[in-house]
């Protein structure tokens, strides 16, 4: 955040704010835009930062004096469809704990459960927390998951939460990397008090992001 005016308005308007770290930071944020941009004028009423290890300094200062942070952690390692997570980077995991230690008692840290190496780090963070996955220990989870065809294609599936089931429709959308973008934006829409019908009907926006590896190659066409 730029400019002492800026902080001034913040500090006075103190807006939810929500970072987000991890491999799958874009594609969590452009689920995370389509839930949330019915309820909220972003940039406005609420911000959202990818993080930027740059400039630590901007990230504490938002997430202590936000009247909503939220910090979310996607997976350390990258995404191939054909594996599962496994212990990731070591560097992102210590800048996801650097970045947790920002976060206020009234503060939540959303993470995917079912990356082994941000399940652990999970343990030594002591505010409120919320977890996504495929497993059934998440908080939020997947299940029944239909890939389509005909008459339309994507992915069907139902997010389990609390005892509430609701059926999610990705147009035109596969793989696991979008249900766990799905999955997180329904956490992040919980915690800012948007009910499940109106998250699900906010994820038929979604239109998903091209995944890439380091090296910026396409694994995986997220849209068609």
Known sequence: MKGLLNKIKFYIKKPPVIVLIGQGSQTAKEAILAVLTPHFKIDKELLIYQANFDNLTDLKFLLKNSKQPILLASHTSEYYSDKEFFPGDNKIAENILKIADFLPSRGYF?????????????????????????????????????????????????????????????????GKENIYAALAAAMVGEILGINLVEISNGLKEYKGVDILDKKGTKIAKTTD
């Open 110 to 174: 959303i993470f995917n459960y079912d990356d082994e190496a941000v399940r652990d780090i999970s343990q030594k963070i002591k505010t409120g927390q919320l977890s996504f996955g495929f497993g059934i220990r998440a908080d939020l989870r997947a299940s029944d998951i239909v890939l389509t065809q005909s008459p339309n294609l994507g992915t069907n599936f139902k997010i389990n939460y609390q005892g509430k089931i609701v059926p999610i429709w990705l147009k035109n959308l596969f």
